[in-house]
């Protein structure tokens, strides 16, 4: 990845090329979507303790969303 600086007046611009941008783009587009994802999740825990229910193992979660990838129709749902 090649860097150019552009000095225009007191404003400083970066170039760089399209490919590079693109890569660079996808790479803050998911960093946002997984900050996201972190933040409802931490959100839906606290609500749950100040609620005084119990957690869903993370390894629960994991396996049943596993399983939807694999077979999105096949999917038996945890009863407790």
């Known amino acids: 990845m090649t860097l150019q600086t552009l000095k225009i007046g007191r404003k400083e611009f970066v170039l760089l090329g399209k490919r590079d941008f693109n ?7 998911q960093q946002i979507e997984d900050d996201y994802w972190t933040a409802a999740a931490l959100d ?14 993370f390894e629960d979660v994991e396996r049943e969303l596993d399983a ?4 999105p129709r096949k999917i038996r749902r945890r009863r407790r």
């Open 44 to 57: 839906a825990e606290a609500r749950a303790r100040a609620a005084r229910q119990t957690p869903i193992p």
């Open 68 to 71: 939807l990838r694999k077979s």
């Open 23 to 29: 890569r660079l783009a996808a790479l803050a587009e």
